[in-house]
């Protein structure tokens, strides 16, 4: 009777040895389970390299923008300029409205009603706009006011483009008598702070 009763207490062990062992099992394949189904959810929650060729906004940092000069990013496959404005040359813009096919911005589409002003932006000293011509889609050089040119004395500093010889000035306004027949379009951006512009969401006003 004693072998037999070890023999069941030995059974007994195994069967609870089993029992926890399964249980661990079972608990560890859940936790895997759960990390698994986490890991596709928080990504869907970030932006995929697709989403930002489609349009995802993006961000430009400014910190580092000296005045009169450029940066450039990319959004929906295109080149955004941001362009950092000296007084000389946000004065300039009063005396180009006879020059100009749309001085006053009349054309909705290419701005914002908030960039629907003399120096088409939210803030003057900033100018935010896409870097391609409205005519046959180059992209236009940048010539600031001072920087060589042969323009004639006419140019106040702007965007010259070598394709067919199109001009805006630095409110991305174009010129009269150019084959372009638009001013460059300002694309929807807010300013995150005074550093951070974030480019393919409207802001409105500052």
């Not at 929650?45 to 009169?68: C, H, M, T, Y």
């Not at 941001?82 to 300039?92: A, F, S």
């Not at 991305?172 to 807010?190: D, E, I, M, S, W």
Request: proline content about 9%; overall charge positive; some cysteine.
């Amino acid at each position: 009777m004693s072998d037999r009763g070890n023999s069941l207490v030995s059974e007994d062990e195994i069967d609870k040895k089993r029992r926890r062992f399964l249980i661990a099992t079972t608990a560890g394949v859940g936790a895997v389970g759960t990390i698994g189904a986490a890991i596709p959810f928080v990504s869907y929650f970030q932006p995929s390299e697709r989403a930002k060729a489609i349009g995802a906004p993006i961000e430009i940092d400014i910190s580092k923008l000296e005045p009169g000069q450029k940066v450039t990013a990319i959004w929906r496959g295109k080149p955004v300029w941001v362009v950092r404005r000296t007084e000389k040359t946000l004065k300039t813009l009063e005396t180009m409205t006879e020059l100009l096919r749309d001085p006053d911005s009349k054309v909705a589409e290419q701005q914002p009603p908030y960039a629907q002003n003399i120096d088409r932006s939210i803030k003057p000293e900033y100018l935010v706009v896409i870097g391609i011509c409205t005519h046959l889609g180059c992209s236009p050089t940048y010539l600031p006011l001072g920087a060589p040119n042969d323009l004639g004395p006419d140019w106040k500093g702007g965007f010259f483009c070598p394709c067919h010889g199109s001009k805006y000035d630095m409110a991305g306004r174009v010129f009269k008598g150019v084959p372009a027949p638009k001013n460059l379009v300002v694309p929807p951006y807010k300013y995150l702070s005074d550093t951070l512009i974030l480019i393919g969401k409207d802001g409105g006003a500052a």
